[in-house]
């Protein structure tokens, strides 16, 4: 027994360090290519590390516990973890295209960049109308418009409303402020909340824009979710990070841009960020970034395990523009937890 256990450690951790030495390989090849690979988390280069945690798994069913070999497979899933998560930096490495689009558009032209209106984010349940969801129908909590110091109260407020029924928090917002995002972020890993973006449609209306007259039975609206044209940008990652679960369903975009701080009267500075180029006076040095602000950026990113490179991609990125991040972005940094879909999480509820 001792003899065939041996036999096919060696076999399948053999087998399984061939398939990083050919993801290595491959990258390197695609290093030297005249045009960069598309950006894509089921791209070649990854394709064998996907496998190597099968292959090692294989190991672990095979051996008895405390064994050597199973003690080195151990090891080796960590390490094939740490390659996996190097590989995919070397995939957004290789790729120099960018994703950013001005913000200054129409909606024909950039209809996740399109103008917004001026509501302020405000929190509605919705209970899906498709003709397909029945006989079981979702639900779920519409986050739509712009970030202000009055949201997290609202959320607060539709959180005790739907107390002991946690619906998944469907976002569609311009950005807004960045300090009452973050806070409304924390109260949504605080009650386990799952998180999404996509547009609440009312029927035949849009709920993020002001002339958008649908009327609840009771408390609940009816509607359906459009994955097109939604976006969370500029200070909405920050809400979205806040989620336990969270899923971005193409071409539903998260976009990112600089921080920027605002001087308001009788507001002090305040940290900002609208899809839509708000105006304001700039405060500070440098980047313009005060030092409370950046320290409560980059602790609420590591609370939120999100990798804290998002925040240098983001004061890289000019506000006049918009940094749309890819699948593999949204994967690598840990913005998102997984594939999955705003409808998928709807329907869950």
């Known amino acids: 027994m001792r003899i065939r256990e041996i036999f096919w450690a060696a076999f399948w951790l053999a087998l399984a360090g061939l398939m990083v030495i050919y993801s290595k390989s491959n990258a390197a090849d695609r290093r030297h290519a005249e045009e960069p690979a598309a ?3 089921s791209g070649n280069t990854l394709i064998a590390l996907w496998m190597a945690p099968i292959l090692l798994e294989s190991v672990h069913q095979g051996l008895s516990p405390g064994h050597l070999a199973e003690r080195s497979a151990t090891a080796l899933h960590l390490a094939y973890g740490e390659a996996r998560r190097m590989l995919k930096h070397e995939e957004l490495a290789l790729n120099e295209t960018r994703f950013r689009v001005e913000v200054i558009g129409t909606p024909d032209t950039n209809p996740q960049n399109a103008p917004a209106t001026d509501r302020e984010m405000t929190f509605l349940v919705v209970k899906d109308d498709s003709k397909d969801c029945k006989p079981h ?4 909590l519409a986050g739509v418009g712009k970030i202000t110091e009055n949201s997290y109260g609202r959320l607060v407020a539709a959180l005790a409303a739907t107390r002991g029924d946690p619906l998944p928090l469907i976002l569609d917002s311009p950005g807004g402020q960045i300090n009452a995002a973050i806070s409304i972020g924390e109260v949504l890993r ?4 799952a998180v999404s973006v996509a547009k609440t449609m009312l029927g035949d209306c849009d709920a993020s824009r002001t002339d958008c007259d649908a009327k609840p039975t009771g408390n609940t609206f009816s509607g359906h979710l459009v994955a097109e044209g939604a976006r969370c940008v500029s200070a909405c990652p920050f809400l979205f990070m806040g989620g336990t679960t969270r899923v971005v369903e193409g071409p539903a975009v998260l976009g990112v841009h ?3 701080m605002i001087r308001q009267p009788g507001h002090g500075d305040v940290a900002e960020g609208f899809a839509d180029g708000q105006s304001g006076t700039s405060a500070g040095n440098g980047d313009g970034l005060s030092k409370p602000v950046r320290v409560r950026i980059l602790h609420y990113l590591r609370a939120m395990g999100v990798d804290q490179e998002v925040f240098d991609l983001m004061m890289r990125t000019p506000p006049e523009k918009m940094d749309i991040l890819s699948p593999l972005e949204l994967d690598v940094y840990r913005i998102i937890t ?11 509820a």
């Open 39 to 41: 950006v894509s988390t």
């Open 137 to 140: 129908c979702g639900r779920w």
């Open 190 to 193: 605080e009650h386990h909340i």
């Open 258 to 260: 600089r921080v920027t």
């Open 338 to 348: 997984g594939p999955g879909s705003a409808a998928g999480l709807a329907g869950a």
